[in-house]
């Protein structure tokens, strides 16, 4: 069973996955902080400090200041504001790792293009191998042939 456990664990699929997880928790911290600290406060000049976390609704029909007023006696509480809050940071993020794989992409070298392995029969412009004599579709002859 070890050594079953041993080869499952050093494929290596299973090792690039490792290290992606540890690259996407560092990587996850830098996001969180582009966000939470330069983007959140200067989207916070544009909404004037709009504190989402107050917005809720309070189910025993009591009126409360603040959230943390209703749930320090208990109440029971819809809080409608700290779901906005939690789907604007969510769009944020992503539109921040979207410019930032945009960017990384566009650092990356592209690849050559692979060398052509067909060609087009000039008789029957059938595609062929590009070292064939003779094109398996019209049989004509092509080793006279100039490239």
């Known amino acids: 069973m070890l050594k079953e456990f041993r080869k499952f664990a050093l494929r290596g699929n ?42 809720f609704i309070s189910l025993d029909g009591k009126h409360y200041v603040t959230l943390q007023d209703a749930q320090s006696v208990g109440a ?20 921040v790792v979207f410019l930032m794989v945009r960017w990384i992409n566009k650092l990356k070298k592209p690849e050559p293009a692979a060398a052509p392995t067909t060609k087009a029969c000039p008789y029957c412009r059938s595609d062929i191998s590009i070292s064939a004599t003779r094109c398996p579709h019209c049989t004509s002859d092509l080793s006279g042939e100039d490239e």
Do not use: H, K
């Open 76 to 95: 029971p509480t819809v809080n409608y504001g700290l779901f906005i809050s939690g789907v604007l940071n969510f769009l944020i993020m992503a539109f």
């Open 14 to 55: 299973m090792i690039d996955l490792a290290v992606g997880i540890i690259i996407g928790g560092a990587f996850s911290s830098i996001v969180n902080s582009l966000v939470n600290d330069i983007i959140m406060p200067i989207l916070g000049l544009f909404t004037r400090q709009i504190n989402f976390t107050n917005w």
